[in-house]
């Protein structure tokens, strides 16, 4: 009997849905499959209020933990094959409610030295958040050996709106009639059980080292170049602003409050007019670069991590 944990927290259904599929090739006698639900001591809303979502950017950036309810004692008190960990990704960085849980004494007991597939659901931007998360794994002992990432495939802009409107009213649906519904397409969240039929293979056999290749061959993972260079220089600049709002005091304060609408301002402004500048110097530079984006997609398509 091979024993499975599906750890996840989702808003919308989205991610939900989408390790569902996943595992759903694995229902055997021979495979028992457990769930639990991370859930917060105060619940994030969705949909979101304005203020409430950008008011969580400095902690998510900063990966301030909160408090998270308990994971049942039968789950806890069991030794896992394989557990698969399915986040969402805020600011660039793994959510509160997912970092939260990695920071709890039930995490390490759990995680340690057993097989962990990371599966994302989320816009566009993963890469760097998946390197926190590899770190995060390392520092509990966790063995990652595979990494699924499902990402919306429309245009940045494109996608900026449609998942504003949808975080905004709840409601996944084409905005205004004329653009493609928000998230991970229907599609690929159906048919995310080939993931699944790959994995049930490998964990029959409970041999994990070449996985991570095989989920590469069944399209996994999509490493965007461009989005890799737009990712980590927003790393640098979300630092600095989280540093600068958490400064201005707590939430209540007058000041935070200022600081983080004109935060809001300013990642309209990057989106709509800083990233394009930024892509068309990636293109004028892309034939000098050709090696290290060769390099870089191997490494963040792989499980590897390096400092």
């Known amino acids: 009997m091979k024993n499975v944990l599906?750890?996840?927290?989702?808003?919308?259904?989205?991610?939900?849905?989408?390790?569902?599929?996943?595992?759903?090739?694995?229902?055997s006698d021979a495979i028992q499959v457990d769930y639990h639900e991370i859930k917060m001591e105060q619940p994030f809303p969705f949909p979101w209020k304005e203020k409430d979502f950008y008011g969580a950017f400095p902690e998510t950036y900063q990966q301030i933990p909160q408090k998270?309810?308990?994971i049942s004692l039968d789950i806890l008190n069991k030794k896992y094959d394989l557990i698969i960990l399915g986040y969402q990704i805020w600011y660039l960085t793994p959510s509160i409610p997912i970092n939260s849980f990695l920071n709890t004494t039930d995490a390490k007991k759990i995680l340690k030295n057993t097989p962990v597939i990371t599966v994302i659901g989320c816009r566009n931007m993963?890469?760097?958040?998946?390197?926190k998360m590899k770190k995060k794994l390392l520092d509990l002992e966790a063995n990652l050996v595979g990494n699924i990432a499902l990402v919306d495939r429309h245009i940045n802009h494109i996608s900026v709106i449609t998942i504003a409107k949808w975080m905004m009213t709840g409601k996944k649906e084409r905005y205004l009639g004329i653009f493609p519904k928000p998230g991970v397409s229907q599609k690929d969240i159906d048919e995310a059980g080939k993931f699944g039929s790959i994995l049930l293979k490998h964990l029959k056999e409970n041999n994990?080292?070449?996985?991570?290749?095989?989920?590469?061959?069944?399209n996994a993972v999509k490493i965007k170049p461009f989005l890799v260079l737009t990712d980590k220089r927003a790393n640098i600049l979300f630092s600095k602003w989280a540093n600068l709002i958490q400064s201005k005091g707590n939430k209540n304060s007058k000041k935070r409050a200022f600081w983080v609408k004109f935060f809001s301002y300013y990642l309209l402004f990057a989106i709509w007019i800083i990233a394009p500048i930024v892509f068309i110097l990636f293109l004028l530079t892309y034939v000098f670069s050709i090696h290290?984006?060769?390099?870089?997609?191997?490494?963040?398509?792989?499980?590897?991590?390096?400092?």
């Open 292 to 307: 290290k984006i060769k390099k870089d997609r191997v490494y963040y398509s792989s499980v590897k991590y390096i400092e």
């Open 6 to 27: 599906v750890i996840h927290y989702s808003q919308s259904g989205q991610l939900t849905e989408i390790v569902n599929n996943i595992v759903s090739p694995l229902t």
């Open 68 to 70: 998270v309810k308990p």
């Open 126 to 131: 993963w890469i760097m958040a998946q390197e």
């Open 208 to 218: 994990f080292n070449n996985l991570q290749d095989a989920f590469l061959h069944a």
